[in-house]
């Protein structure tokens, strides 16, 4: 049974970083790609990145100020939002790439930034 | 980047009826379209994906249409778990969601 699941809740000063990670279970995690959207309060969900192979692309928003990691042997992905801001404050999803839908989802992450 | 939009913002159903939602594109994403619910507190649930596409262990009451830039969800009948947000996402190139619809209860 696929499941992705997410690390904790987290909360960081504007100006800090904060590290995401999505564990995979149930399928062979080397076979599909990992994909990272954020919803903000009020907010369409928005994309950000996309991990697969020794491969990433990020949203030209995003560009200079996330990267994403994985670890193959952990089956985990990984998403790291630096110099963040009020605006960042979100829940942040994984979802497995398909070849194009998302079928599968994190339960999310909730990132408050607060001073 | 493609810019999705859907309409209307809001739906008024009552229980049993027909519920129509909208989806354009801002340029072609061919049949590269998906729809999905979520309700609140729970990550998005994928309904249709290839604009039309239902996958296993959706009902069929919901069904897709369109291809190009113009696309349409439909729940025939609305049952009381059906009201929640539902939001369109083109993958022709990497990501993009609509604004979302609500559909509540009239």
């Known amino acids: 049974q696929v499941h992705l699941v997410q690390s904790g809740a987290e909360v960081k000063k504007p100006g800090a970083s904060v590290k995401v990670s999505c564990k995979a279970f149930?399928?062979?995690?080397?076979?599909?790609?990992i994909h990272w959207v954020r919803q903000a309060p009020g907010h369409r969900l928005e994309w950000m990145g996309w991990?697969?192979?020794?491969?990433?692309k990020y949203s030209e928003k995003f560009q200079g100020r996330v990267t994403i990691t994985r670890d193959t042997s952990a089956s985990t992905a990984y998403m790291e939002l630096s110099s963040l801001t009020f605006e960042d404050t979100a829940v942040y999803y994984c979802?497995?790439?398909?070849?194009?839908?998302?079928?599968?989802w994190g339960q999310g992450t909730l990132v408050t930034v607060s001073s | 980047e493609i810019v999705m939009t859907q309409s209307p913002a809001t739906l008024s159903v009552s229980p049993g009826e027909r519920a129509t939602l909208s989806c354009r594109a801002s340029?072609?994403?061919?049949?590269?379209l998906a729809w999905y619910q979520q309700k609140p507190g729970q990550a998005p649930r994928l309904l249709i994906y290839g604009a039309s596409t239902r996958p296993t262990g959706i009902p069929a009451r919901f069904s897709g249409s369109g291809s190009g830039t113009d696309f349409t969800l439909t729940i025939s009948s609305l049952q009381s778990e059906d009201f929640a947000v539902y939001y369109c996402?083109?993958?022709?190139?990497?990501?993009?969601f609509g604004g979302g619809t609500k559909v509540e209860i009239k």
């Open positions: 979802a497995r790439d398909d070849g194009g839908p998302n079928t599968f």
């Open positions: 149930g399928y062979t995690f080397t076979r599909y790609g």
């Open positions: 991990i697969n192979a020794g491969n990433t």
């Open positions: 340029q072609s994403v061919s049949s590269n």
């Open positions: 996402q083109q993958y022709n190139n990497w990501l993009t």
